[in-house]
């Protein structure tokens, strides 16, 4: 007798079309619906002990007859995902694969060898390989390994490439603090939503294919992404069906997908798109998706992003991303409230300075209102940074300072140890702001010049490079633990990728204060191989060497981890200094001489490349969004090839919700 876990009680018509059952009496919401005879539901305590003692013996005898040839044709596995010790390999219940009274297939990684191929998916049946950059003849085909590496009790597997994207998924973008629902939705749920499963088969094997250069790989991820938009697609015009977890969960898999793969000066403008589609789906959703721990999950993550979204374009943020934080917080138990009320309260200070900067840009405040605003949130900023460390709040927010020495992936020999996660991530949020409330105190300080007296000035101007210094050291300190560098003292990620993916954007604001420190000239001349240093150079020594490991940084996420968004924004740091006007204090009074010298390069021919070519973009993408749809047509334009997809642009999900607005006048719709 063995246990086969909780089984679907859905009616046969439900089970059949892999479809969430209503459950209901006489019969169930779809089959009333499509007016098809409902069958009736399952009895489920009687279908979750069953008799498998035949079907045991009949595997033993399969086993058996499989091991008479235990050196059959193999291919070893890279070195990065061959472990000391036997890695699983995750099969989810609703996957198609050999049949086991498991959910996992025990992958025996040591030395072990492997091959897998399309035949089992109806996407291309070209076979798929690993490679490292090896030559064609040490490509991974056919290897003949000794026997002393099969062990004869072990039958070789040779997991699918689904399989394999969803194990390099699951031990890359998951873990017990981070997406942790997913894992459940894959073992515990007998019908998971496609457009999930497709989206994190393609996350897997986008990522997978970054890191080991899989053959085929990049086309095989490239056709889970454009079905699953499709379905995506579909589910978004379901007025019922877009307001589901799944939907959101997918739009923020799919985002990610971009981000693996975007690495060109799209970077940003992609990231921005993602976060204009996720937060229209947030407010349609309304607040019944408070209702389940998933919801208020990802409300969250999103709500962090699209502040930082609003912040650096000074636009409004929206309303309901703060007003509906009582309701957010009510059916949370208190002690889970405890734990997240420094998140919330951080969460509060950021929208408080998204909304006065977009009041600022649009003239809705005077420069003496706005600095006293944006004096009082520094103020706020330091209270929390204090009052979180304090020994009244909880120890899983607390850090301390520890020293790792002789490790490249740590600046200055140092790293900040913290008791849990997600606490790096929101202090690495907390050290952003504080860099960006001082580019604004600033702004608004030189406009006020007239107010202050010389001193007075010099004073402000040391306050606030003082206060970005000390928020960029905070910050290269605190990105080791993230990226899996902190040493074995001290807490490291076991979630490194999408740990990784929040420290791009703090190591890119630490970048902008270490160039800063340093000015153009001195930086093209450091990044020229050939270049004789200079006495300016000598004296910025110290902010060129943490400027390049901040880039350094950024290529290992993109190169080692595989997040190739973070090679784009490493271009920007490399060449483009006034992608946004905080970046950098304002020109005028006390300004920097190559400041000056920019702003003025800046008058007399127009914008800089880089940043006409984003806009130019962006308009351009608006455009496109706006002309009719009736050319959109389906997502394949041929056979069922991967090779013959269609190119799918980075910004396809805001398009897709874009393409929507009925959605939002459907009535009836749980707010």
Not at 606 to 633: F, L, M, T
Request: aromatic residues 8%; glycine residues 6%.
């Amino acid at each position: 007798m063995v246990y086969r876990g909780k089984p679907s009680a859905g009616c046969e018509n439900c089970r059949k079309a892999k479809k969430r059952c209503t459950l209901e009496q006489p019969a169930c919401a779809r089959c009333v619906k499509l007016k098809k005879p409902c069958s009736g539901y399952r009895d489920t305590s009687q279908l979750q002990i069953q008799d498998e003692t035949e079907d045991v013996r009949a595997k033993a005898s399969k086993q058996k007859a499989t091991r008479v040839d235990s050196n059959s044709s193999l291919v070893v596995l890279p070195s990065s995902i061959r472990k000391d010790s036997s890695t699983s390999v995750f099969t989810p219940a609703f996957t198609e694969s050999t049949p086991s009274s498991d959910d996992t297939l025990e992958l025996p990684y040591r030395e072990q060898v492997l091959d897998f191929s399309f035949n089992d998916t109806s996407t291309n049946p070209t076979s798929l390989n690993i490679g490292t950059g090896l030559t064609d003849s040490a490509k991974y085909t056919n290897v003949q390994e000794p026997a002393r590496y099969v062990s004869p009790a072990v039958t070789p597997l040779k997991p699918t490439p689904d399989e394999l994207a969803y194990t390099h998924f699951f031990s890359s973008f998951t873990s017990s603090n981070h997406w942790d629902y997913l894992r459940n939705w894959a073992t515990h749920s007998l019908h998971l939503e496609p457009v999930v499963s497709l989206a994190i088969r393609a996350c897997g094997m986008a990522s997978l294919n970054n890191v080991e250069n899989v053959n085929m790989g990049s086309q095989y991820a490239r056709a889970l992404y454009a079905e699953a938009l499709g379905l995506l697609n579909t589910q978004l015009r379901d007025p019922a069906r877009c307001v589901e977890d799944e939907a959101l969960v997918a739009v923020s898999l799919l985002g990610y997908f971009e981000n693996l793969v975007c690495d060109s000066r799209e970077s940003i403008q992609s990231w921005k798109a993602h976060m204009s589609g996720a937060t229209q789906l947030l407010k349609l959703r309304g607040k019944a998706q408070f209702k389940s721990n998933t919801g208020r999950t990802l409300f969250r993550e999103m709500r962090a992003q699209k502040l930082i979204h609003c912040i650096w374009d000074d636009l409004d943020p929206p309303s309901f991303l703060w007003d509906w934080q009582q309701d957010l917080q009510e059916p949370e138990p208190p002690l889970l409230r405890y734990f997240v009320q420094p998140a919330d309260t951080l969460a509060r200070l950021s929208f408080d300075f998204a909304k006065l900067r977009a009041d600022i840009a649009h003239g809705r405040v005077s420069d003496t209102a706005g600095a006293s605003i944006c004096a009082d949130i520094d103020r706020q900023m330091i209270q929390w940074a204090s009052s979180t460390l304090s020994a009244g709040q909880a120890a899983v927010w607390h850090y301390y300072e520890l020293d790792v020495p002789d490790s490249p992936h740590v600046w200055n020999g140092m790293v900040h140890a913290y008791a849990q996660s997600p606490a790096p991530g929101v202090w690495n949020t907390y050290r952003v702001i504080r860099i960006l409330v001082t580019r604004s105190q600033e702004l608004l300080c030189r406009r006020l010049k007239h107010t202050f007296t010389n001193g007075e000035q010099e004073e402000q101007a040391a306050y606030f490079r003082r206060v970005r210094r000390q928020m960029t050291d905070e910050i290269c300190a605190g990105v080791p633990p993230m990226l899996g560098h902190a040493g074995p003292r001290a807490l490291n990620s076991s979630c490194p990728l999408m740990s990784a993916y929040t420290s791009v954007w703090p190591l890119f604001f630490a970048g902008t204060c270490a160039l800063e420190r340093i000015g153009p000239e001195c930086w093209e001349a450091s990044l020229s191989p050939s270049s004789e240093p200079t006495t300016s150079a000598q004296r910025t020594s110290a902010a060129s060497a943490q400027a390049g490991w901040v880039l350094g940084r950024l290529e290992y996420i993109s190169r080692t981890m595989g997040l190739r968004w973070a090679e784009g924004i490493a271009a920007v740091l490399r060449g483009d200094f006034r992608l946004h006007r905080d970046l950098l204090p304002e020109s005028g009074y006390d300004a920097p001489p190559w400041v000056r010298a920019a702003s003025r390069q800046s008058n007399e021919s127009g914008q800089h490349s880089r940043v006409r070519e984003v806009e130019e973009s962006a308009a351009d993408d608006a455009a496109s969004r706006k002309a009719p749809s009736q050319g959109r047509g389906p997502i394949w334009t041929g056979a069922a090839a991967a090779v013959n997809q269609r190119a799918v642009s980075p910004l396809e999900i805001r398009n897709l919700l874009d393409d929507g607005p009925d959605l939002t006048r459907t009535p009836g719709r749980a707010t």
